[in-house]
């Protein structure tokens, strides 16, 4: 770990490697580094790609960082495996797939797996995130499967989010409806190759123009209008066009003041779960499982109630007086 900071600030990749494992294994150290490196980061731009499982989003990454690559940029892929049995195959074709990126010194790629993140899944993808934009990869590709809480919440930590939908995947759009619409600043219909694709495109549009938030809007302030754009892998169709509207939103966010507004909100989120944490692990330190299990069965019997116990819990941890 000698020098592990300077290591990366300099393009090494080895050491850029082993603070992604740091980061993960939630070695200690690795927040006093992540401290330094904070100077540093800032510059990439964050962008989220979610979908359906099977939607076509590693595909559509490997796609976009070819034509990156083209232009000239150092790209960074984090890849969130959601531990599900289900897409666990999947997971092992999109390593192969991107495997013919890796062999490039300008693209760094990672998957990260969501199981035993005590600070979340969340926090760790935006550490990691961290250690490659200190590492001058811009922009950064995050790819999760758009599906609970944890992955919505990843997406939160980038600055544009593409939302994949295949076409014919009715389901995806009940998806949509239910959480991903507020999120999604770009949506790409894939496979633009197979039928139903334009039918897809239609559903989306009208789903936007349903949105009444989205059509009123001061024509005088910067204002992004979500394009619904179509692209096949198969044909190299549509590429460049997602990446020119994704570099068009970034430049949206710049003029309209949201990213620096966005960032402070990432800020204030970013500490208070950092101190919750904190409070939480001192917490488990001092409360036995023992001592856990009595108070809920007190609480549950009615023998005590649950604020009492926290007053309780407070003092014991140096939040409250005596
Ligand atoms: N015909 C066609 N097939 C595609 C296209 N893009 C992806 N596919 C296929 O769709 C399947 C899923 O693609 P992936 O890119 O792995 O999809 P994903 O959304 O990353 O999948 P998960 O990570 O498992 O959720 C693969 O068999 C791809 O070959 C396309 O443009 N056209
Ligand atoms: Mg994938």
Redesign the pocket.
């Given at each position: 770990l000698e020098n592990i900071v300077e290591r990366l600030l300099n393009g090494d990749r080895r050491a850029l490697a082993r603070m992604v494992t740091l980061i993960e294994n939630e070695i200690p150290a690795a927040r006093r580094y992540l401290a330094e490196l904070h100077q540093y980061a800032g510059r990439a731009h964050i962008v989220g790609v979610t979908?359906?499982?099977?939607?076509?989003?590693?595909?559509?990454v490997t796609h976009l960082v070819r034509e990156w690559r083209r232009r000239d940029a150092k790209v960074g892929v984090v890849a969130v495996d959601p531990t599900s049995p289900l897409?666990g195959g999947?997971?092992l074709?999109?390593r192969i797939?991107m495997m013919e990126l890796s062999g490039d010194p300008r693209v760094f790629i990672r998957s990260m797996a969501s199981r035993g993140s005590l600070g979340g899944l969340a926090a760790s993808t935006r550490d990691v995130v961290r250690a490659m934009d200190a590492a001058g990869y811009n922009p950064i590709n995050i790819?999760t499967?758009g599906t609970g809480q944890d992955e919505v919440e990843v997406m939160r930590t980038a600055h544009t989010v593409l939302v994949?939908c295949?076409p014919g995947m009715g389901d995806d759009i009940q998806a949509i409806k239910a959480g991903i619409l507020e999120i999604a600043d770009i949506f790409v219909v894939?496979?633009?190759?197979?039928p139903g694709a334009d039918q897809t495109v239609a559903e989306l549009s009208m789903l936007l123009s349903l949105d009444p938030t989205r059509r009123q809007h001061d024509k005088s302030r910067p204002y992004w209008k979500i394009p619904v754009l179509k692209?096949?892998?198969?044909k190299d169709q549509g590429i460049t066009q997602v990446v020119d509207a994704i570099q068009q939103h970034y430049a949206y966010l710049v003029e309209s003041g949201m990213l620096a507004h966005r960032a402070q909100r990432q800020v204030r989120s970013e500490v208070e779960a950092l101190v919750l944490h904190a409070v939480v692990n001192q917490l488990k330190a001092k409360t036995s499982e023992d001592d856990w299990q009595k108070l809920v069965e007190d609480i549950t019997s009615r023998e005590r109630d649950p604020y009492s116990v926290a007053n309780e819990l407070e003092e014991k941890i140096g939040l409250r007086q005596p």
């Amino acid at each position: 770990l000698e020098n592990i900071v300077e290591r990366l600030l300099n393009g090494d990749r080895r050491a850029l490697a082993r603070m992604v494992t740091l980061i993960e294994n939630e070695i200690p150290a690795a927040r006093r580094y992540l401290a330094e490196l904070h100077q540093y980061a800032g510059r990439a731009h964050i962008v989220g790609v979610t979908g359906a499982p099977g939607a076509g989003k590693s595909t559509l990454v490997t796609h976009l960082v070819r034509e990156w690559r083209r232009r000239d940029a150092k790209v960074g892929v984090v890849a969130v495996d959601p531990t599900s049995p289900l897409t666990g195959g999947a997971i092992l074709g999109d390593r192969i797939r991107m495997m013919e990126l890796s062999g490039d010194p300008r693209v760094f790629i990672r998957s990260m797996a969501s199981r035993g993140s005590l600070g979340g899944l969340a926090a760790s993808t935006r550490d990691v995130v961290r250690a490659m934009d200190a590492a001058g990869y811009n922009p950064i590709n995050i790819e999760t499967v758009g599906t609970g809480q944890d992955e919505v919440e990843v997406m939160r930590t980038a600055h544009t989010v593409l939302v994949v939908c295949a076409p014919g995947m009715g389901d995806d759009i009940q998806a949509i409806k239910a959480g991903i619409l507020e999120i999604a600043d770009i949506f790409v219909v894939s496979k633009a190759d197979k039928p139903g694709a334009d039918q897809t495109v239609a559903e989306l549009s009208m789903l936007l123009s349903l949105d009444p938030t989205r059509r009123q809007h001061d024509k005088s302030r910067p204002y992004w209008k979500i394009p619904v754009l179509k692209t096949s892998a198969i044909k190299d169709q549509g590429i460049t066009q997602v990446v020119d509207a994704i570099q068009q939103h970034y430049a949206y966010l710049v003029e309209s003041g949201m990213l620096a507004h966005r960032a402070q909100r990432q800020v204030r989120s970013e500490v208070e779960a950092l101190v919750l944490h904190a409070v939480v692990n001192q917490l488990k330190a001092k409360t036995s499982e023992d001592d856990w299990q009595k108070l809920v069965e007190d609480i549950t019997s009615r023998e005590r109630d649950p604020y009492s116990v926290a007053n309780e819990l407070e003092e014991k941890i140096g939040l409250r007086q005596p």
